[in-house]
């Protein structure tokens, strides 16, 4: 099952996403956690008791500062790589997932060495001799394949959370992000003819702006050189389009002069 920014809001009791500080989604069956590429300021989240695998769209919460996991579908201790970003992460409770079976020291060193900011690990203080421990018997964890086209990927899954909700993305986000670009606000009556589901043609517009959103929440985690290089291409991108004006109109004028000859 999906997590939907409808179930969110009713479990925290929130208006926005963005006020969303605690959430409790314990045993709700889910599989889906997308929805988290739209909620960074969560707090406490409680995932336990269900069927994720897949902790991608939890990297972009940067007051995240404990998570509870116990009794997922977690195949590999290589998901952890997501939770990196996290400086605030002190609490991780990951026992009884798939990726936990093996030999319970080597686990716990390797989640550390990993996470050496951990204060509490399965319920369990963290120890500043297992810190250090970790550093040379923990083995090093790298980022799971897929990440990138996960986390490309979740404009296309925001389009089925809208189909029964017209206004659930909220405007005040999409105009606050609208701002920073230098964009006009959108007036509400603009707003609701893009979350309308309608037709496909209504539908393109909704597309968009989600793409739009997903790439400013994304450029939130680069660094200054990765950043250089979103804009270089960018630039590169603004010169082809304004070169493909010109020689349309190029093309425009020299068939206005030949229908004039003629």
């Known amino acids: 099952m999906k997590l939907t920014r409808k179930l969110v809001l009713a479990k925290a009791k ?11 989604c314990w045993g709700c069956s889910v599989s889906d956690i997308s929805i988290f590429y739209q909620i960074p300021n969560v707090e406490v989240l409680t995932l336990s008791v269900n069927s994720i695998s897949s902790l991608s769209p939890l990297a972009g919460c940067h007051s995240l500062g404990e998570l509870y996991l116990r009794r997922n579908s977690i195949q590999s201790l290589a998901e952890l790589c997501h939770l990196r970003s996290l400086p605030r992460l002190k ?3 990951l026992a009884e997932n ?49 990440t990138v086209q996960d986390q490309l990927t979740t404009d296309e899954m925001a389009d089925v959370d809208t ?31 893009l979350s309308s589901p309608g037709t496909k043609e209504a539908k393109l517009p909704l597309k968009k702006t989600h793409t739009l959103e997903a790439v400013l929440v994304l450029m939130k985690d680069l660094d200054r050189e990765e950043l250089h290089v979103v804009y270089t291409v960018a630039q590169n991108r603004l010169q082809l389009d304004r070169v493909g004006t010109g020689t349309l109109s190029n093309a425009m004028q020299a068939a206005k002069t030949t229908d004039m000859q003629h």
Request: aromatic share 4%; charged share 30%; proline share 7%.
């Open 163 to 193: 189909e029964n909700d017209p206004l659930s993305y909220n405007m005040e986000e999409t105009n606050k992000i609208r701002e920073q670009l230098g964009m006009k606000p959108l007036a509400r009556d603009k707003f609701a003819s």
């Open 91 to 93: 609490v991780l409770w």
């Open 98 to 146: 798939p990726c936990c079976s093996g030999e319970p020291a080597k686990y716990r060193l390797t989640v550390l060495r990993c996470l050496p900011r951990l204060q509490k690990l399965d319920n369990q203080v963290v120890t500043e001799e297992e810190v250090s421990l970790a550093l040379t018997h923990g083995e090093d964890i790298t980022t799971p394949p897929g």
């Open 14 to 24: 929130a208006s926005d996403l963005d006020s969303v500080k605690k959430l409790n």
